[in-house]
């Protein structure tokens, strides 16, 4: 907006949340892939890797059950 002069301009907040979810067929994909990827999802999200790299997109990574 400073780039084009605009002025009194003021941030409103969201205006709505997405969640972004993974899935797999049941019908092609083996269950230990499932679960190897599972294992390596949480480790990296426990490491902070995954807030990382959503961090760079201004993204807040969903809370692990």
């Known amino acids: 907006m400073r ?3 605009v ?3 003021r941030y409103a907040g969201r205006q709505q949340s997405l969640k972004y979810y993974i ?8 269950k230990k892939l499932v679960d190897q990827f599972n294992t390596t999802f949480r ?8 807030q990382e790299i959503l961090a ?9 059950e």
């Open 43 to 50: 480790n990296l999200h426990k490491r902070g890797l995954i």
């Open 23 to 30: 899935g797999f067929s049941q019908k092609f994909t083996d």
């Open 56 to 64: 760079k997109y201004k993204m807040d990574p969903a809370q692990l």
């Open 7 to 9: 002025k009194n301009i």
């Open 3 to 5: 780039k084009f002069g």
